[in-house]
């Protein structure tokens, strides 16, 4: 008998509970439960969607009630705040049947990673962060207010990474929507970045495309541009005052600062777990790290990076190595398959690097294979049936509603 506890379900650790609970149906003998605060879950890479208020909250959030009962596990509603090695229990945030603890004999960490503000003044005060869905609704709260002003809005994104790209063009895309149904205001956006080119991480080529349709979309790319401090309304950048109504952080990556003294697992500078290659953590074998939560080298030094694809393919691997775990079996390493990089430049237009990075796609084509991974989320999570009614229903959908609600309000 196993008890399998998981905690966080993002990318990564809904697709292993729903694959552990599928796999166990009918198997008394083992128990998997997901501890998760919020009570929805919502893809992490469309989150600048619901910023702008075009993604359909209604068709594309998954309750976790309903999925942990259809799927075979366990749901506690509580943040996890601590971890006890010895007694092999976890600690919540609250109670659960009168109880702040729950025992494991199997843990996953999968809690994600959030935004890096690199302790620079004033920019947890006076930036929004697009880290959660619930930061995401404020963030369209807010652009829905600004809608309703006639004069021109500004808004600056720090950071020229997938999210600060994505948010970017969307806002440029709403701008254009705006413009077509006359609604008197604008939006200008300007995307920030302390690196020579957006996307830094990509290769070159994909950085000057993306950077140039940006432009076309009308956003303002700076770049070299150092964000030194922050205030109400006011970024300073190379000594130089930024204004904006509404400021968003985009940059960087690290994990929570509850996770960098975890019962003295290491951690790295970020915070994320230093794991094996079969990604239990290299100080105790029952404890295991996935998705943007872990440091997991790969056989030629490198670290699987924090991307989405790297989270749903450790979900893949660990459900399969706990299967051979309860036959006695020994665990085999994870590789990652690096399967390119897709960015979405508004919903008709995406660029992608495939064939490691040799190759750098774009069209409308690409923004097809974009949604795809979307869809391929879904799968794992409700099957083939339902991700093609829930296709035929979004269709149907956009045929009849104007695309973006901020057109609505
Ligand atoms: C706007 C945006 C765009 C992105 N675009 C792309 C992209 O185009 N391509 C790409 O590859 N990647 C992209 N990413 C990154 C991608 O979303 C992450 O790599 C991926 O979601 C990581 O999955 P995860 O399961 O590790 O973490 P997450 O998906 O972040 O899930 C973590 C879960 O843990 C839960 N949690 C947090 N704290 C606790 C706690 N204390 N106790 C219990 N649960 C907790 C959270 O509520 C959440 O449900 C994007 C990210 C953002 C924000």
């Known amino acids: 008998m196993a008890n399998f506890v998981v905690v966080g379900g993002g990318a990564a650790g809904l697709e292993l509970v729903t694959r552990l609970g599928k796999s166990f149906a009918g198997n008394k003998q083992h128990t998997v439960t997901l501890v998760e605060p919020s009570g929805h879950h919502l893809w992490k890479p469309r989150l600048h969607e619901i910023a702008v208020g075009s993604f359909d909250n209604e068709l594309d959030a998954v309750s976790y009630v309903q999925h942990s009962v259809c799927n075979g596990y366990q749901f506690v509603q509580a943040g996890m705040s601590g971890l006890d090695r010895e007694s092999k229990t976890i600690v919540l945030d609250r109670d659960v049947d009168g109880n702040n603890t729950l025992s494991y004999d199997y843990l996953v960490m999968a809690v994600g990673a959030v935004s890096n503000d690199f302790k620079i003044n004033g920019v947890r005060e006076h930036c929004l962060f697009l880290d959660s ?134 951690t790295n500078r970020i915070n994320q777990i230093r794991v094996k290659p079969t990604l239990q953590t290299t100080l105790d074998d029952s404890v295991f790290v996935i998705g943007d939560n872990a440091e997991c080298p790969q056989p030629d030094g490198s670290m699987v990076p924090p991307r989405a694809q790297a989270a749903n393919q450790e979900a893949t691997h660990l459900a399969k190595q706990f299967k051979r775990l309860i036959k006695d079996k020994p665990l085999q390493p994870f590789i990652f398959k690096d399967g390119g990089m897709m960015i979405a430049l508004g919903h008709d237009y995406a660029v992608g690097s495939v064939m490691g990075n040799k190759l750098v796609l774009r069209g409308r084509w690409v923004r097809n294979i974009y949604d795809t991974i979307f869809r391929l989320h879904q799968q794992v999570l409700f099957g083939w049936g339902r991700v093609s009614a829930l296709m035929i229903l979004k269709r149907v959908k956009c045929l009849l509603n104007p695309y973006y609600k901020g057109s609505l309000s």
């Open 133 to 266: 869905s619930e930061q995401a609704l404020l963030a369209w709260e807010q652009i829905k207010k600004m809608l309703q002003s006639s004069t021109q809005q500004r808004i600056s994104i720090v950071g020229a990474g997938a999210t600060g790209v994505e948010l970017a063009s969307e806002l440029a895309k709403l701008n254009q929507q705006l413009s077509r149904y006359k609604m008197g205001g604008s939006l200008a956006v300007t995307l920030i970045e302390a690196a020579d080119r957006v996307l830094p991480a990509s290769p070159k080529c994909m950085s000057e495309k993306v950077q140039r349709k940006l432009e076309q979309q009308g956003v303002t790319v700076q770049l070299n541009a150092k964000v030194q401090s922050a205030s109400h309304h006011q970024l300073i950048v190379n000594d130089t005052a930024i204004e904006a109504q509404l400021q968003v952080w985009a940059a960087g990556v690290k994990c929570a600062d509850w996770l960098a003294n975890l019962d003295g697992l290491e």
